[in-house]
Nanobody
Framework: QVQVVESGGGWVQAGGSLRLSCVAS??????MGWFRQTPGNEREFVAT????????YYADSVKARFTISRDNAKNTVYLQMNSLKPEDTAVYYC????????????????WGQGTQVTVSS
């Protein structure tokens, strides 16, 4: 069983930066992903990183602004978010997947409770 806990959300003005953290207890041989969701909408893919951290994928909407990384010694995955826009406002979720990276939320096995990110214009 893997427990996933996100932190680092908050309020920021447009153009600012935030770094989200995700600590996963249990085995570290999981690919990890970040997703986000706004009220009334589907949870959408943001970024994913392979077990070793060598492979990453991003949604087009965040490419070149967000960076996913991981420190397996600390069982922690990060999402560095720069040049934030009001449309980035959402609850951000971290998830773990045993079988490798995926853009599909249905393929993730464990989820955190989410952390709110609010970007004001």
């Amino acid at each position: 069983q893997v427990q996933v806990v996100e932190s680092g959300g908050g309020w920021v003005q447009a153009g600012g930066s935030l770094r989200l953290s995700c600590v996963a207890s249990g085995p570290t041989n999981y690919a990890m992903g970040w997703f986000r969701q706004t009220p009334g909408n589907e949870r959408e893919f943001v970024a994913t990183i392979s077990r070793g951290g060598l492979t990453t994928y991003y949604a087009d909407s965040v490419k070149a602004r967000f960076t996913i990384s991981r420190d397996n010694a600390k069982n922690t995955v990060y999402l560095q978010m720069n040049s934030l826009k009001p449309e980035d406002t959402a609850v951000y979720y971290c998830a773990a997947r045993q079988l490798g990276t995926s853009r599909s939320k249905e393929e993730y096995d464990y989820w955190g409770q989410g952390t709110q990110v609010t970007v004001s214009s």
